[in-house]
């Protein structure tokens, strides 16, 4: 069974302070993908990576960053959280060459920003 | 550009009446389609893809190219279907669209007894 997991379910961070949100998936997917999910606009991707190291520009990036220096472990950036970006972020993955129904989602991460 | 409309945010329903959950999408390629649902408190799950031309969970969907709609259909609602829908479209050939999906905005269905 698929397990893709993300480090908090519930997240409040202040103005302007960095925030890490952490996605681990233990089965040596390649691409690993991160979303936001916000009512009224479904899900947005953000950033995807197809291979440690690699990342490539989802739709909404601005604000945004990613690390992947391994690949079981898929990183989002917030280097200065604003109030816009309180959203619940979901990431996933799948594999390379798999078909892109066949990604698998982690439970979400609900951040706030004060 | 790809796509993906759901004009309805809000669907409410009775039980055992008919729901149609609307989606449109636009695409200069072929595309493939699909549904996702998410139930409270859980995670975002595929629920039925246009290629495999299945039922699940009493819910059809058919992909009519003329009208680039893909519309998903349940002829009795229960109350255990509701939950956030959304549709979703993936471009087929291409790599910068390879592996990715394009997301509605949802449709949050709501089952009355």
């Known amino acids: 069974d698929v397990k893709v997991t993300q480090s908090s379910r519930y997240l409040v961070k202040r103005t302007g302070e960095k925030v890490f949100l952490e996605c681990v998936q233990d089965?040596?997917?390649?691409?690993m993908f991160w979303y936001r999910q916000d009512p009224g606009l479904g899900l947005r991707l953000i950033y995807f990576?197809?291979?440690?190291?690699?990342?490539e520009k989802g739709d909404i990036p601005e604000g945004y960053s990613v690390s992947r220096e391994k690949k079981e472990r898929f990183s989002l950036i917030l280097e200065s959280a604003s109030t816009n970006q309180t959203s619940m972020y979901l990431c996933?993955?799948?594999?390379?060459?798999?078909?892109?129904?066949?990604?698998?989602f982690g439970p979400g991460t609900r951040l706030t920003v004060t | 550009a790809q796509r993906v409309t759901q004009p309805e945010k809000l669907l409410s329903v009775f039980k055992g009446a008919p729901v149609e959950l609307k989606c449109n999408y636009s695409y200069s390629g072929s595309p493939e389609l699909f549904w996702y649902v998410q139930y409270s408190r859980q995670r975002l799950q595929l629920l039925l893809r246009?290629?495999s031309r299945e039922s699940i969970k009493g819910f059809t969907a058919d992909l009519n190219k003329g009208e680039t709609s893909f519309h998903l259909k349940k002829p009795f609602a229960q109350e255990e279907d509701s939950a956030m829908y959304y549709c979703?479209?993936?471009?087929?050939?291409?790599?910068?669209?390879?592996?990715?999906?394009?997301f509605g905005a949802g449709t949050q269905v709501v089952v009355t007894p």
């Open positions: 996933a993955s799948s594999l390379r060459g798999g078909r892109a129904y066949e990604q698998y």
């Open positions: 990576s197809y291979d440690v190291k690699m990342k």
């Open positions: 979703a479209l993936s471009g087929q050939g291409t790599t910068d669209s390879w592996g990715k999906l394009q």
């Open positions: 089965m040596d997917h390649e691409n």
């Open positions: 246009h290629i």
